[in-house]
C-alpha cells in the first residue's frame, strides 16, 4: 500500500510542473494567434473609407458669397485619399474682376456634371466623361481634368461642342480663359437665316 501511494504521490508531483508548462505554452500561441488577428483587423480598416454620404448638398462660401455647389447621389474617401464623387453636378460660379465689372457686370457660371469623378482637393477628374457648361459654351468630353480655381478644363479623347449655330467634334480640347483649344477639330457651322 505504501509503494502505490508513492507512486500517486510521485505521478502528482510531476503533473504540476507539466500543467504550468502547458499553460504558458499555450498562453504564448494565444498572444500569437491574437496578435496576427490584429494585424489583419489594422489591414481591414485601412480599406474602410473615412466617410461615405448619401444624397449631398455641398456649398463654399468665398469673400464674395457662395462660390461652388455641388450635389450628389453619393461621395466617400477611397483607400487613397481622394473623394469619390457619384452621379453629381457642380456649379461654380466666376466673379468678374475688378477690371472687368467695369465692362460685364454679369455674374458668369460653370456647370459641370458626371456620373462618376475622383476629387484630390485641388483638381476632378472625370474619367467616365463629363458635362460642361459656361454661360452658353456647352461641351462633352469623353476624359477630362477640371481645375476650380484657375477654371480649367483639360479633355482627352473625343469631345463634342454643341451651340444652335454649330456642332465641332474633335480630339484633347482644352478650355481657358473663355476660349477652347484643340486638336483635330471636325465642324458643321449653320447659317442663320
Known amino acids: 500500500m505504501k509503494s502505490l501511494l508513492k507512486i500517486n504521490q510521485l505521478k502528482s508531483g510531476r503533473l504540476i510542473p507539466i500543467f504550468f ?32 454620404v ?18 450628389g447621389k453619393k461621395a466617400r474617401e477611397n483607400v487613397k485619399g481622394m473623394n469619390e464623387l457619384e452621379h453629381f453636378s457642380v456649379t461654380n460660379f466666376t466673379f ?4 472687368s465689372q467695369r465692362k460685364e457686370k454679369v455674374l458668369g457660371q460653370e456647370n459641370l456634371q458626371s456620373s462618376f469623378a475622383l476629387y484630390d482637393n485641388q483638381e476632378i477628374f472625370f474619367p467616365q466623361g463629363v458635362n460642361y ?7 462633352w468630353s469623353q476624359i477630362a481634368q477640371y481645375n476650380p480655381d484657375i477654371k480649367e ?10 451651340d444652335e449655330n454649330y456642332k465641332i467634334r474633335g480630339q484633347n480640347i ?20
Open 21 to 52: 508548462l502547458s499553460l504558458c505554452v499555450l498562453s504564448l500561441v494565444m498572444v500569437a494567434v491574437l496578435n496576427g488577428k490584429k494585424t489583419q483587423d489594422l489591414k481591414g480598416r485601412e480599406k474602410v473609407a473615412r466617410f461615405e
Open 54 to 71: 448619401f444624397n449631398f448638398e455641398y456649398y463654399r462660401i468665398g469673400a464674395q458669397g457662395v462660390s461652388v455647389v455641388a450635389l
Open 96 to 99: 468678374p474682376s475688378q477690371e
Open 133 to 139: 457648361q459656361r454661360n452658353k459654351t456647352k461641351f
Open 153 to 162: 478644363l483639360k479633355g482627352e479623347g473625343e469631345f463634342i461642342v454643341l
Open 174 to 193: 482644352t478650355y481657358r480663359e473663355n476660349k477652347i483649344y484643340a486638336k483635330n477639330i471636325y465642324g458643321i457651322l449653320k447659317v442663320k437665316q
